[in-house]
């Protein structure tokens, strides 16, 4: 016989569309993870879906699709393991920190191992410097954490996505939104600019940068055995939440 597919019970959906739309997610995206989590519970055999089907909806749609497939070394788990362990922790002790959703060191899309915190509600339309530095500082924390405990010599190519995004924050929060204050109140596109400014912003994001590398280090010397159970943890348990 045909089966029919599965629904979504009214109350489910509707406490899932606020929580979502609270962490940042367009109409667009809560129509999309509405229908991934009725796919997941299609593959369960289930006549609806669930809180637990949205959460899985909601990680393939943040980290992409778990590479299961992958086989790793224990040395390389053990590497992502201290890696997101240093975003977790920078998340936690940053000024403004956020609640931590999850840091897994099961590899998803193209990453190797993800650590994700829920936005508050005032960022998801504008956020602060502060913020926006935060963000740096926990984009940071992988590096920061395998300098520190792997040694300088064996920093991974995995940091090479975390420094990109950073360093795009740095230029955003310089040439778009006049959070340096030696350029002033200014929106300095690239291609609308003289090339002295556009030197004059690299040398500020390279001062954001650079100013905000000891902060991260400072931070995770000082909670070294923390960051080395949340390492051992992950290692352990793979994600945790």
Request: aromatic share 6%; glycine share 8%; hydrophobic share 35%.
């Amino acid at each position: 016989r045909i089966r029919r597919p599965p629904r979504t019970t009214q109350g489910v959906s509707s406490a899932a569309s606020d929580v979502y739309k609270r962490q940042g997610f367009s109409g667009a995206e809560i129509k999309n993870l509405v229908n991934i989590a009725i796919t997941e519970a299609v593959h369960k055999g289930k006549d609806a879906a669930t809180m637990e089907d949205f959460e899985k909806a909601r990680d393939r749609i943040l980290m992409g699709i778990e590479r299961k497939s992958l086989i790793r070394s224990d040395q390389d788990n053990l590497e992502t393991a201290i890696h997101e362990a240093g975003h977790t922790l920078i998340a936690y002790y940053a000024n403004g920190a956020k609640q931590i959703y999850k840091a897994t060191i099961a590899p998803h899309g193209s990453s190797l191992g993800s650590t994700f915190t829920v936005p508050k509600e005032s960022e998801v339309l504008a956020s602060s410097k502060e913020e926006m530095l935060n963000k740096i500082h926990t984009l940071l924390g992988g590096y920061m954490a395998e300098k520190h405990f792997l040694g300088p010599d064996r920093i991974t190519t995995g940091c090479g996505d975390d420094l990109k995004k950073a360093t795009d924050i740095a230029y955003a929060m310089v040439r778009h939104f006049g959070m340096d204050e030696e350029l002033g109140l200014a929106s300095c596109p690239k291609d609308k600019v003289s090339e002295g400014a556009n030197e004059k912003i690299d040398k500020a994001v390279q001062s954001i940068m650079k100013t905000s590398s000891p902060n991260v280090e400072a931070i995770i010397l000082s909670h070294e055995g923390q960051l080395k159970d949340i390492a051992q943890h992950l290692y352990q348990y793979e994600t945790l939440t």
